[in-house]
């Protein structure tokens, strides 16, 4: 059991001290260490414990033994990180400064507001504002330790859709897709220490994706999409070991790639479902192909099946050996999906405000149990710590805790 996951069993049940510290949880990937979970989804099971009323925004909420930090966009105007007791949801600390920007107005109708997710490493919390710029706060008090602005110091644009990929801490370092390429800081100081597949083009400079970390043909590497590009890098100098361009519309590459053993999943708007393999030489080869487009869902992995909500708002499941689609859900549901799957089940917040339970069944779709949680649209990604459910809509920010 990963050392983020401490459980504390008492007689009513399964209280929990889990962390959710980074986009998409503990390991990057929404999967979490197996806990059971409850078998259904009902008012009567999924209680409210508090809930606080906040500005917009796209961040996913990050969860820390004690504290919950939010992130969000006031009056078009400001961006303000806050810090929540996660006992009791009181206010304990707030930090803010200007930088609120508009997206194009293709992408407007949705909102301009803030879309990085934070990354904690315990200390400090590491937040990207959307004029590409990257702020580290000390998490105890929200006191401001370091701040890079990437426009001022790479002499690069403001992102046409602001700064979208989400931070990745490794060690010493962190990873970030910002001033219009791929960099590693320094974690103490945000000194650049290198960057990588530099692309200063007014749009296609601003990456949609997160990076991942993971061990292909036995080489620890940082994976990562820029808006045109599936690529493999070196952690220490950041050297190209392995690319492949990557068809999508108006360089739509959102979806976190998935790393399967040797392989890499993605999905793009226009450019289908495909799997990457990798050899030993680091040379890559597309090894299937489906036209199922992705769009900004990313997929949980559950043995040989991949689960991925796509771009027809339809859920999908395909064996991730050869690519054969086990089922598409008859029903379509909302744009987006975040999930988190715990080895036998997969949660999904929908950005209508649903709480959808899914039996991870490659026979067929097994949907068990659906809630309304919230009224407001949800595009942040639900977290989930043990029997905790974090879920951050458009107006707030509100902990459950689920129990049969």
């Given at each position: 059991m990963k050392l983020a996951?401490?459980?504390?069993?008492?007689?009513?049940?399964?209280?929990?001290?889990?962390?959710?510290?980074?986009?998409?949880?503990?390991?990057?990937?929404?999967?979490?260490p197996e806990t059971p979970w409850p078998t259904t989804l009902t008012e009567a099971n999924l209680k409210t414990a508090w809930t606080q009323e906040i500005a917009e925004g796209y961040s996913s909420p990050i969860v820390s033994k004690t504290h919950v930090f939010t992130v969000e966009t006031k009056a078009k105007e400001k961006e303000i990180v806050r810090a929540f007791d996660?006992?009791?949801?009181?206010?304990?600390?707030?930090?803010?400064?200007?930088?609120?920007?508009?997206?194009?107005?293709?992408?407007?109708?949705?909102?301009?507001?803030?879309?990085?997710?934070?990354?904690?490493?315990?200390?400090?919390?590491?937040?990207?504002?959307?004029?590409?710029?990257?702020?580290?706060?000390?998490?105890?008090?929200?006191?401001?330790?370091w701040r890079v602005d990437f426009v001022k110091r790479e002499g690069t644009a403001v992102p046409g859709f602001g700064f979208a990929s989400s931070?990745?801490?490794?060690?010493?370092?962190?990873?970030?897709?910002?001033?219009?390429?791929?960099?590693?800081?320094?974690?103490?100081?945000?000194?650049?220490?290198?960057?990588?597949?530099?692309?200063?083009?007014?749009?296609?400079?601003s990456a949609f994706s997160?990076?991942?970390?993971?061990?292909?043909?036995?080489?620890?590497?940082?994976?990562?999409?820029?808006?045109?590009?599936?690529?493999?890098?070196?952690?220490?100098?950041?050297?190209?070991?392995?690319?492949?361009?990557?068809?999508?519309?108006?360089?739509?590459?959102?979806?976190?790639?998935?790393?399967?053993?040797?392989?890499?999943?993605?999905s793009t708007?226009?450019?289908?479902?495909?799997?990457?393999e990798i050899d030993e030489d680091m040379g890559v080869s597309k090894i299937w192909v489906n036209k199922v487009d992705g769009y900004m869902s990313s997929p949980v992995v559950i043995g040989d099946f991949i689960y991925l909500h796509a771009r027809d708002k339809k859920f999908h499941c395909f064996r991730a050996s050869d690519g054969e689609k086990m089922w598409t859900s008859e029903s379509k549901y909302g744009e987006y999906w975040s999930v988190v799957a715990n080895g036998k089940?997969?949660?999904?917040?929908?950005?209508?405000?649903?709480l959808i339970l899914i039996e991870a069944n490659p026979e067929s779709f097994d949907k068990t149990a659906h809630l309304r949680v919230t009224k407001n649209p949800a595009w942040a990604h639900?977290?989930?710590?043990?029997?905790?459910?974090f879920v951050r809509d458009l107006k707030g920010i509100t902990k459950f805790v689920w129990a049969d």
């Open positions: 996951y401490f459980l504390f069993f008492v007689f009513s049940g399964i209280v929990t001290a889990a962390e959710w510290t980074q986009w998409r949880g503990p390991a990057r990937d929404g999967t979490i996660r006992k009791t949801g009181k206010q304990v600390w707030e930090r803010d400064w200007m930088g609120s920007m508009k997206v194009p107005f293709f992408a407007a109708k949705n909102g301009s507001w803030v879309r990085c997710t934070p990354a904690f490493d315990g200390d400090h919390l590491y937040v990207g504002g959307m004029k590409d710029v990257l702020v580290c706060l000390n998490a105890k008090d929200g006191s401001e330790k931070p990745l801490i490794d060690g010493d370092a962190i990873y970030v897709q910002a001033g219009s390429a791929v960099m590693r800081l320094d974690k103490a100081t945000g000194e650049k220490k290198w960057e990588s597949l530099k692309d200063d083009r007014a749009m296609y400079g997160s990076p991942v970390i993971g061990t292909i043909q036995g080489k620890k590497q940082l994976v990562v999409q820029t808006r045109e590009m599936l690529a493999g890098l070196d952690l220490e100098n950041g050297e190209v070991l392995w690319k492949y361009k990557i068809k999508a519309f108006r360089g739509m590459n959102i979806l976190t790639p998935t790393i399967i053993g040797n392989r890499v999943f993605t708007y226009g450019g289908g479902t495909s799997m990457f089940r997969i949660l999904a917040l929908d950005e209508s405000g649903r639900v977290a989930i710590c043990g029997n905790e459910v």
